[in-house]
């Protein structure tokens, strides 16, 4: 089992609607959990970043943390054409300097 | 604000070859990350680099070896290229106390022939 699960997708969905990105991670240790953007052919952007359970929002972004479910996710309100790239979560825990990423999805946003 | 400059931007190297890779880390940023990252899959963190020493390192052979210079960059050296070593290297930089809040360059994409 990989120590971050992510579906990679691809997800489309039409302009305007809300996305919902998900990852479920298997360590415990995990505590810190971000979600970076990546376009094609760039490197990932920092999104968000949550240290505890509980939501966090930034504008259209919202990250939800449920570490009693090992489950973390990303909404995306009022998408946009802008918005389609791959979303990659990543996690770090105490002890360690490394980030595990998921996979990362593939979103899509037709105008 | 720069932000994380890696260089070159692209390379070919032949199986067999040394590459040197290099990364300026974003202004105040004191902890550099390079990961690997393949087509179609999340990075793999190879190792991070604090006050010039390497301070962790993945699951990475030896052919994989590092340096931080006083001034906070960084360079990746991969030796005997193999075809499997192709993929977009990342250089993720940080400040001190806070290393999960990473940034990330645009990536050196290699690819072995």
């Known amino acids: 089992q990989k120590e971050v699960e992510q579906d990679p997708g691809p997800l489309s969905v039409p302009e305007g609607a809300i996305v919902s990105l998900n990852c479920t991670y298997s360590?415990?240790?995990?505590?810190?959990f971000m979600w970076y953007r990546q376009y094609s052919r760039k490197g990932p952007e920092l999104l968000m970043y949550?240290?505890?359970?509980g939501n966090k929002e930034d504008g259209r972004f919202t990250a939800q943390v449920d570490k009693s479910s090992k489950y973390i996710s990303l909404f995306i309100r009022d998408s946009q054409p802008s918005d389609s790239a791959t979303y990659l979560c990543?996690?770090?825990?105490?002890?360690?300097?490394?980030?595990?990423f998921g996979k990362g999805t593939k979103l899509s946003v037709i105008p | 604000d720069a932000g994380v400059t890696q260089s070159p931007t692209h390379l070919i190297k032949t199986r067999g070859q040394q590459v040197t890779l290099r990364c300026s880390p974003k202004?105040?940023?004191?902890?550099v990350s390079w990961y690997q990252q393949a087509l179609g899959q999340g990075p793999q963190f190879i190792f991070q680099?604090?006050?010039?020493?390497?301070?962790q390192r993945g699951n990475f052979p030896d052919r994989f070896s590092g340096h931080q210079f006083p001034n906070y960059s960084s360079e990746l050296n991969v030796n005997a290229l193999l075809l499997g070593d192709s993929a977009l290297y990342l250089c993720?930089?940080?400040?001190?106390?806070?290393?999960?809040?990473?940034?990330f360059g645009q990536g050196t994409r290699l690819t072995v022939v």
């Open positions: 993720a930089s940080s400040p001190q106390g806070a290393y999960t809040e990473a940034f």
């Open positions: 360590n415990s240790a995990f505590q810190y």
């Open positions: 949550t240290y505890s359970s």
């Open positions: 990543a996690m770090g825990g105490a002890g360690s300097y490394q980030l595990t």
């Open positions: 202004s105040g940023h004191d902890t």
């Open positions: 680099y604090y006050e010039e020493e390497e301070r």
